[in-house]
């Protein structure tokens, strides 16, 4: 690889073993609301907003009213 050039991924790359955290910051009660997960999709994106969405609703919080 020369030196300036990114380096590429063929569409067989496996992370081996590396983990994708999600974390997110309650700024009403200081808790970390946070999850790890295998891959690094969209799909455990949804995943995690759906748990901060119960997470916060649980709490009185509604994301809905500005």
């Known amino acids: 690889m020369a030196p ?3 380096e590429r991924r063929t569409h067989t ?3 081996h073993g590396t983990t994708s955290l999600f ?3 309650d700024i009403a009660t200081l808790a ?3 999850k790890c997960y295998k891959r690094h999709r969209a799909i455990e ?3 995690f ?3 901060i ?3 916060s609703r649980s ?3 509604n994301a809905d009213q500005g």
């Open 59 to 61: 709490h009185g919080v």
């Open 32 to 34: 970390v609301i946070g």
């Open 13 to 15: 790359y496996i992370r």
């Open 4 to 6: 300036g050039v990114a």
């Open 53 to 55: 969405d119960a997470a």
């Open 23 to 25: 974390a997110a910051l």
């Open 45 to 47: 994106f949804l995943d």
């Open 49 to 51: 907003l759906k748990k």
